[in-house]
């Protein structure tokens, strides 16, 4: 079906209407309406005009291969069931010819609403589906697919499973930049049998990402930066997982679980603005940055169960409160105040691990206000903590569920770590307003300092070969002036039955050990308590 010079085309039926050849509407506007089924085995276009695709009572379906372009017209496709989309393709002529994003904001808005099914792809098919400047869905009983996410190419994004008893999911896949934020109604013009036209739109403005109970809420950006100011939500058990993996991430909203477990990951930095609140009534928490994790002066995470942050760079920290523990790690950086004078950290357990400072001591003295029962800390050039209330310097752990691209859970977990430990001669300064206890350490992790006589270097070895031969062996540690940690000797002397580890003391850790038994080889080594 071809038309020229701007001339609008309608195909439209009383039933089921299926579209086997090329439809071509040049400029003009396009409808495609059915009281039951629309299926679309064949290519549609229009050059700018508006599209609208609309099954009644059925559902709208795209053979896989097939395509809808509109070279940037607006798109509307709603289905009585489900929307099975192969490809829409909004782009205008020249960024589809090329492949290029230079132009995607005149590209086209598109909204696609399951009355009572899914959003979904052709079964097995792969490769982008979308491609919009504004892109709204609604799916009744879910949008992607257990086992694919439904995958995308668009500027801004709003999207919603609405059926509150499908337990549908909601399973996204970004292939670049995207904004997650409130979309306004799509138009598009209904082409009636005169051939004039009428404008149809979507009800009301849609925010953010929002699940029902049991439904997961899975995001995932495959490259580029993700910016949120619209809520995410999740009901019931369901999980959230949004997740930058080759970019950063901005998050300026909630972002909220009742039951279900939160991850929030990014490859570079991820930031939580000031009106940022990430909570969980009952779901673990974790965030991870392949950077720096700024949570900005006002920004807060909840949750009555673990949380855990993780950053490579500087973590800089809000508010944030747990109903059990907290653990907060930066391998290369420090951990300090974002800058409020409140609270930073409430729970009955905090563990903190950072290879600069962990509070800031010095000219810019900024310690991290801390409620807590127990607490450890590891820092390299200063520690400095202040408490409210009694505490107690003792072992804590935490763990929590990482959620996957697929909604499925593993579990993290940061070892059970003791004592507050400077590695660099670096101050502490812990001040409580209570009363503090100090524990006996548990010097067995492995990043902790080796102890001769310590009462619990629980390493286990293991012979690498059977037999009786090495029943009886002594373990000698020896502190040897010609040993620098991280090149620990180890012999054997197979005669007297005795393995000698020479360590250098108050530097040496239980991991260094652990490497060179394994390297000398007789013997394989590991920690009974990690």
């Given amino acids: 079906v071809f038309t020229a010079a701007g001339g609008a085309v309608l195909l439209e039926s009383g039933a089921d209407l299926t579209v086997n050849a090329i439809v071509d509407a040049d400029t ?83 909204t696609l609403v399951a009355e009572t099914g899914v959003v ?79 404008l149809t739109a979507d009800a009301a403005a849609h925010p953010g990402l929002s699940g029902v109970a049991d439904g997961h809420v899975l995001l995932e ?26 970019g950063s991430s901005i998050l300026d909203t909630t972002v909220s679980s009742v039951d279900g477990a939160i991850t929030l990951s990014a490859a570079l930095d991820l930031t939580l603005s000031a009106v940022t609140a990430v909570n969980s009534a009952t779901g673990t928490v974790d965030i991870v940055s392949g950077a720096a994790l700024t ?23 809000g508010v944030i409160a747990s109903g059990t523990n907290i653990a907060i790690t930066s391998v290369m950086g420090s951990i300090v105040d974002a800058g409020d004078a409140g609270t930073d950290l409430t729970a009955p357990g905090i563990r903190l691990h950072a290879a600069g400072v962990a509070g800031e001591l010095g000219a810019d003295v900024d310690p991290l206000e801390i ?11 200063a520690l400095a903590l202040n408490q409210t209330g009694d505490l107690r310097v003792d072992s804590v752990s935490a763990t929590v569920l990482r959620v996957g691209a697929d909604g499925t859970t593993t579990l993290v977990t940061d070892a059970p770590q003791s004592e507050l430990i400077t590695t660099d001669g670096g101050s502490i300064v812990i001040q409580v307003v209570g009363s503090l206890t100090l524990a006996d ?45 991280g090149s620990e000797t180890v012999t054997y002397d197979a005669a007297a039955q005795t393995l000698t ?26 920690l009974s308590t990690t």
Avoid: C
């Fill in 120 to 198: 979904a792809e052709p079964g097995g098919a792969t490769g982008i589906r979308v491609y919009a400047r504004d892109l709204r869905i609604e799916g009744f009983a879910g949008i992607g697919a257990d086992t694919n996410a439904f995958e995308i190419e668009a500027a801004t994004l709003a999207a919603a499973v609405t059926g509150a008893a499908t337990a549908g999911r909601l399973r996204i896949e970004e292939a670049s930049e995207l904004h997650v934020t409130t979309l306004a109604p799509v138009e598009v013009m209904r082409v009636e049998a005169d051939t004039s036209t009428t």
């Fill in 295 to 317: 949570m900005d002066d006002g920004a807060s995470v909840t949750t009555a169960a673990d949380i855990r942050l993780l950053a490579e760079d500087d973590v800089e920290v």
């Fill in 441 to 485: 350490g548990e010097p067995d992790f492995s990043g902790v300092n080796f102890r001769l006589g310590g009462l619990s270097n629980d390493i286990v070895f293991t012979a690498t070969t059977s037999g009786t031969d090495f029943d009886g062996v002594t373990v000698v540690y020896v502190d040897s002036a010609a040993v620098v940690a």
């Fill in 221 to 246: 950006l495959v490259t580029g930066k993700l910016t949120v100011d619209a809520p995410i939500t999740t009901l019931g058990a369901g999980n959230l997982r949004v997740a930058v993996l080759a």
């Fill in 28 to 110: 003009g506007d396009l409808t495609v309406f059915a009281a039951g089924n629309v299926t679309v085995n064949d290519d549609l276009i229009t050059d700018t005009g508006t599209t609208l695709i609309r099954a009644v009572a059925g559902a709208v379906s795209m053979a896989d291969g097939t395509m809808l372009a509109t070279f940037g017209g607006d798109v509307g496709v709603r289905a009585g069931t489900d929307v099975v989309i192969a490809e829409i393709d909004g782009r205008t002529e020249d960024d589809a010819a090329d492949d290029t994003l230079t132009d995607q904001a005149n590209w086209a808005r598109v």
């Fill in 371 to 381: 409620v807590a029962d127990v607490a450890s800390a590891r820092a390299g050039t």
């Fill in 501 to 526: 580890i020479g360590v250098e003391i108050d530097a040496t850790t239980a991991a260094d050990v652990i490497a060179a038994v394994n390297a000398e080889g007789t013997f394989s080594a590991a």
